[in-house]
């Protein structure tokens, strides 16, 4: 912080008379932090002998000779810290974004959005995107073919000329991430062994071609593996041999006034709220999906369109996976930029997203609770038609969004067909204090999805899924809970006390919608040896520190502990700890 500090002053160096001596930068520093100047160092390697007193007039007076010099002229230009800005909603772990202003966002490598690459650029629709993106091909490194611009010894990866013009360029990309987590009674305790310890590495390496401005090819290889004591459930979600994790073509063209462009092939998808549909980081591999999306951004409007099949994972053979046509994803967005606005004396602004996303699930994926704790397959159409409205204003972050799911379940071996009617409520508020203390965010986040009646054999389903999961930590770090018949309540803290480091505190509370519905979990949900009749189901305190150690490598670690209810004890569940930690290195 001092190299930062010490540009933004400019001393005077004019010696002041009568046996004065010019104001160090060191010892203008500790004016300006409120030390003491022994603390400071000055010079080569000298330091102060005590306090150095300073005159109404700013002058710097050296000790033993206050009544002898004359005022220094002395003028500081003191440029403030920017604030850390961590987002509750799609923030990369690890990487809290410093900005000058999250009305104006100018860090990161984000391509020209406009208004939508405000905050951490989550309303582009290509996902968050800091330093390095969540999704690498969201990352725009053309500006290093100023080589004056490269300041970072991985930069020579980030854009390779292959042409002397230098408009034909290839860019590369990696992650790798070791994982490692604990609990004591997973699951709610419905998982044995007791006490698991699991560990994971997960590899993420691409390359990024571009061909003249209209035209590039991305291609990403993943590689996954899982091991540990007490283990359970590795699968194609913790495990996967070398493959292709995404490899697509893009055109870009300018059409109607809007940069507009055409993917097509397998690709990241991340244009939804994060709540709702996220990329899958808990376990080690990553959703991809097949198939092909358009976009068009003008000034304050965007629109996105999509048809997707699922990438059917095989975590056995080596470049073996195939198109999941059991499972698709489809629909379409549109997002507004309203006009900016003061409020508090602060600048603001916000995003409205309008959106359908639709689903279709066929077998075990499409399953629903049936009677007795029952399982029931069959083919499982989703409709969501959705809203949300986010943003900042002034020292406030906001978001809210309402979600109405309809569609239609047929079950397997039979003509029934079922309704579906079901919603969900998401939302947060949250103030973010000046950076004097500690950049504090303070908010409370709600979610509602409903719950509907599993003993129905017949009739209208109101239960809510969301099949793809939410961004990682969003409801509760065990990830046990998921969003079915679920209300939630959630105060956090947030502060950065150091540059690079981020500690959250976050207490959420679980209710059942519905005590007809049982509890559910990321994959199905929880049968327990008795029967639960209770609506409180628990609450899981928890802790998170995430720590950039440098540009390249991460460090976050999180701690909780969730206390099950006495009815859910009753039942068979019990409370258990939860602790993991992501130690992640990219360029």
Known sequence: MLPSLKSAVTLNDRPARAGGRKATDCQVLAMLLSLPTGLVAMGQGAYAAGPMPVSTAGTVVPVGQETHSQPENMVVHITPRPPIQVYPHANPVGQPLRMSGAENRKNGHQYDWGVFNRGNGEAAGFGPVGRYGVAP?????????????????????????????????????????????????????????NDSGRFAVRNLYGADLHIGSHLRFFGQLVNADAAGWGGYGYGSTYRKRLDAQQAF???????????????FGRQQFLDAPSYMLYNRETPNVPLSWDGFRAYMVWKRIRIDGWDFVQTYDSENKMFHDTENYATRLYGFNTTWAPPDFTFMGQKGYSFVDAFY??????????????????????????????????????????????????????????????????????SSLGYRFSDKTFNTFA??????????????????????????????????????????????????????????????????LFWRDSVNDPVYRSSGFYKFAGNFRGKFIGMAPQASVAWQINTHVSWTQYVSRFMTSRSLNEAGGSSGTYYQSNFVFRF
């Open 137 to 193: 091909w969201a990352e725009d490194w053309s500006n290093l073919r100023d080589r004056k611009k490269r300041n970072d010894p991985f930069d020579v990866l980030k854009y390779i000329p292959l042409t002397r013009s230098g408009n034909v360029w290839i860019s590369f990309s990696g992650e790798t991430r070791l994982r490692n987590w604990f609990e004591s009674r997973p699951q709610l305790g419905t998982q044995k062994p």
């Open 249 to 263: 073509a893009e055109v870009r063209w300018n059409m109607l006034g809007a940069k507009s462009g055409f993917m």
């Open 443 to 508: 908010g409370i986040q709600t979610d509602v999805y409903s719950g509907g009646n599993s003993n129905d054999r017949s009739g209208t389903i109101g239960t809510y899924i969301s099949p793809f999961n939410p961004q990682t930590n969003y409801l509760d770090t065990t990830t046990y809970m998921t969003g079915s018949n679920l209300i939630s309540f959630a105060p956090l803290i947030r502060i950065t006390p150091f540059k690079s480091v981020s500690i959250q505190i976050k207490y959420p």
């Open 357 to 426: 996303i639709g689903y279709k699930l066929n077998g075990s994926a499409g399953a629903i609770a049936g009677p007795n704790n029952t399982s029931v397959t069959g083919s499982n159409t989703r409709n969501n038609f959705g809203m949300r409205w986010h943003g900042l204003a002034g020292p406030i972050e906001f978001s809210v969004g309402g979600i109405w799911q309809g569609g239609v379940f047929r079950q397997s071996g039979t003509t029934q067909a079922r309704n579906v009617s079901a919603y969900a409520i998401n």
